[in-house]
């Protein structure tokens, strides 16, 4: 899983965690003051209801109690009212549908709220005539609490969309520079010591944007002069350290490239001084080393008919031609000798 992915379920995580412990204190909170309030109204209610039905519960036929209860039950406040005599005998109850309109039944299993009920003892002069029982209908308190619920969500889904756009827009700029770094070093293990030259603003990745910069330099650097270092040792492999001519090995290798590349005609010239034993003695090794080389920069002079020189061991010398139609040879000294090979 890619880092934005892991930022963007990390921050979701957390944002829900919040944003659930949010919505679960202010529906606890909004639900304890409502059922304090009904709490409350169900008393008043009970108590000025009791009141006015006072004068009339002498007769416990009186229409009145009826009528005056059902206007305050029509309000819709209540879920039922219940008017008893002193023998515990119903004479009015009215009650209203337990079902809330607009509130999903899930909800309401969810969020019980605690249903109060208030009981208002109602005299007659001194002696108590009957009881009023007033309890209160918790289909506001729901439908208030799911609205709460309903805005809440849809504020805060319209926080948490905003959110994610934004921190997606400032993950693109910022993990940008992360992909730049990597292909940097993708490029730098292929053999390619490139730079970032837009440096990004987030000071922790400009560091390592900085180090990957330093790093491609000085390893760039290095394998330079390294391949330099090659370069120098490889020809000095090749070259002769007398004469400065090829050697040998690199005169087999340029004979078989020859050999087996070449579909046309060449030849190749071997040249050798007799005696230089004899001459070694008589004159001294300093003497046959400057006649040899000598003879290297005589040989070096048929670059331009295309030849390349090489000195093979002792006294021993070559000369190759490839591409070259025809070829006399000659005896150049009493001390050498040409002989065409091919």
């Known amino acids: ?89 119903e004479l009015v109850t009215l009650t209203n549908p337990v079902a809330v309109p607009g509130v999903p ?23 108590m005539s009957g009881k009023l029982y007033v309890t209160a209908n918790p289909s506001y308190g729901y439908l208030k609490l799911y609205q709460q619920a309903e805005s809440t969500l849809i504020v805060s889904g319209l926080f948490f969309l905003a959110a994610m756009i934004l921190l997606i827009t400032v993950l693109r700029f910022t993990l940008r520079p992360l992909k730049e770094i ?3 070093a993708e490029q730098i293990s292929a053999g390619h010591f490139t730079s970032i030259t ?27 002069r390294l391949n330099r270092r090659l370069e120098i040792v490889s020809e000095s492999l090749k070259q002769d350290p007398l004469t400065k001519l090829l050697n040998q090995a690199t005169f087999e ?33 300093e003497e046959v080393d400057n006649l040899l080389r000598e003879f290297a920069s005589i040989l070096k002079s048929t670059e331009q008919f295309s030849a390349t020189a090489y000195r093979l061991q002792g006294s021993e010398f070559a000369l190759l031609f490839p591409g070259l139609a025809t070829m006399r040879c000659y005896d150049l000294s009493n001390n050498s000798k040409m002989i065409s090979i091919f």
């Open 1 to 89: 899983m890619s880092l934005s992915k892991q930022l963007l379920l990390l921050l979701s995580l957390i944002f829900f965690i919040i944003f659930s412990a949010s919505l679960i204190l202010s529906i606890n909170n909004i639900k304890s003051y409502l059922e304090v309030e009904s709490q409350f109204h169900v008393k008043d209610t009970a108590t000025s209801l009791g009141l006015s039905l006072s004068p009339h519960m002498n007769n416990e036929q009186d229409p009145i109690l009826e009528t005056m209860m059902t206007d305050i039950f029509d309000t819709g406040y209540y879920r039922e009212m219940r008017l008893v005599n002193i023998e515990n005998q």
């Open 105 to 127: 039944q899930w909800f309401i299993d969810l969020v019980p709220m605690q249903v109060a009920t208030a009981v208002s003892e109602i005299k007659s002069g001194w002696h």
């Open 182 to 184: 990597a292909r940097q």
């Open 198 to 224: 837009q440096l990004p603003w987030t000071q922790e990745v400009k560091h390592v944007a900085l180090s990957m910069n330093s790093m491609s330099d000085k390893i760039g650097q290095m394998i330079s």
């Open 253 to 285: 290798v340029n004979l078989k490239q020859a050999l087996s590349g070449y579909k046309g005609e060449g030849y190749a010239a071997l040249l050798k001084f007799d005696n230089l034993g004899f001459l070694s003695k008589d004159q001294g090794n």
